[in-house]
């Protein structure tokens, strides 16, 4: 059987992080709550140190009922514990700077790294019942650095160990090198990672790092987050499915609806050729990509979309009229329409529906392919 995979979404937390996003305190509701429906196993809802109102939000989201778990993110500070203590949510993740660069950006030492984490550990683990660790820069942290780290959070049993690609440097390769030798130096220590996209590659470096042993991974809706953003739910999810990687808990129709719902909230558009969740995922154009369609609907598609909820009639391909459009299209959409088309009639039509798309330049609508035809009967 597959491992079971994890899925910890930060969209509350590092997705509201990105530049021009802010969610308002019914949308962070609303947005928990399909969250967990979805099937998220946990969702990391805020940084109590940002104040009162932050505090009162997070204690709102505890108070939901919600079917997942709730954390929050925190600094390794007395006063930041303190703080998440109030908010009535139950599992906390504390972030410590792995790397030299981030020490030093902090005026901090190496020594005062472990000596902080073994002094708030114990205090951690008895106030809230899940306790997560995250080495913040890991894929620019020494291998001596990161064992240290999880050695501290492995002798003080904490739930899970994150290793964070905090500039999203990691190639697919490294990720799966550096989450293996930790896996295999700490057998028994669950591992999370957080991908950043900055180089593109967050998507794959999380599937590579839960095939080199990691079982927890983070991810937001629509990818959102700090600078190119993080490893996108929708992704992440069904990679882990179709390529046969990991189970996970979530219900695949929940997320074209959810996608939708974080763009409006958002502002940020949804790009139509989005992965999974973009409007072109399943349209095709091209006459030879059609007519294959027609024959096989997986000839060109990775998996069935009605598992998003996609579905037509007939379980028919989703067929767009453009300047690639072959003579089968033709006839399949102007069928629907209740208009049979012979072979020779349709291969008359083509011309002029490609001129028509290319003068657009865009793909036709069935009007406008409806309008082409009946001039066409008219004037031979």
């Avoid at 059987?1 to 590092?14: A, E, G, Q, S």
């Avoid at 979805?38 to 997070?58: K, T």
């Avoid at 501290?152 to 990691?170: S, Y």
């Avoid at 190639?171 to 180089?199: C, I, Q, S, W, Y």
Wanted: charged share 25%; aromatic share 4%.
């Amino acid at each position: 059987m597959l491992p079971y995979l994890h899925l910890v979404d930060t969209t509350l937390r590092d997705g509201e992080q990105m530049p021009g996003v802010v969610f308002n305190d019914t949308q962070k509701l609303d947005l928990a709550r399909r969250l967990a429906a979805a099937g998220v196993d946990e969702i990391e809802a805020g940084i109590p140190a940002m104040g009162l109102a932050e505090c009162a939000l997070l204690r709102r989201l505890a108070e939901a009922g919600l079917s997942c778990r709730l954390t929050t993110w925190c600094r390794c500070l007395e006063s930041d514990l303190a703080a998440a203590a109030q908010t009535g949510i139950t599992g906390i993740h504390l972030s410590v700077p792995a790397s030299e660069i981030h020490l030093k950006a902090m005026n901090r030492s190496r020594g005062w790294r472990l000596d902080m984490l073994r002094a708030l550990l114990p205090e951690a683990r008895s106030r809230f019942e899940f306790v997560s660790i995250g080495a913040q820069d890991a894929s620019r942290a020494d291998s001596e650095a990161l064992v240290e780290l999880a050695k501290v959070a492995a002798d003080a049993g904490v739930d899970r160990f994150r290793l964070a690609d905090t500039v999203g440097i990691w190639t697919p390769r490294k990720a799966a090198e550096t989450v293996g030798m930790v896996a295999r130096t700490f057998p028994d220590l669950a591992l999370g990672v957080h991908m950043h996209n900055d180089l593109g590659m967050a998507t794959a470096n999380t599937v590579a790092a839960v095939e080199a042993g990691a079982r927890h991974a983070d991810v937001t809706v629509n990818g959102i987050g700090e600078r190119s953003g993080n490893a996108r739910l929708a992704e992440v999810a069904m990679a882990a499915s179709v390529g046969e990687v990991a189970r996970t808990g979530i219900h695949p129709d929940h997320l074209p609806k959810l996608s939708r719902k974080v763009a409006e909230y958002t502002g940020i558009p949804l790009p139509i050729n989005a992965p999974i969740v973009g409007r072109n995922a399943f349209r095709h154009e091209s006459g030879i990509h059609v007519k294959a369609q027609l024959a096989d609907r997986s000839a060109y598609e990775p998996f069935d979309p009605a598992i998003l909820g996609r579905t037509t009639p007939d379980h028919a391909p989703e067929i767009a009229i453009g300047k690639h459009s072959g003579s089968c299209a033709l006839q399949r959409v102007l069928g629907d329409c209740g208009i049979l088309v012979s072979n020779r009639a349709a291969a008359d039509l083509l011309p002029r529906v490609r001129q028509a798309a290319e003068s657009r330049r865009r793909c036709l609508t069935r009007g406008e392919l409806l309008t082409l035809y009946r001039q066409a009967i008219i004037r031979p």
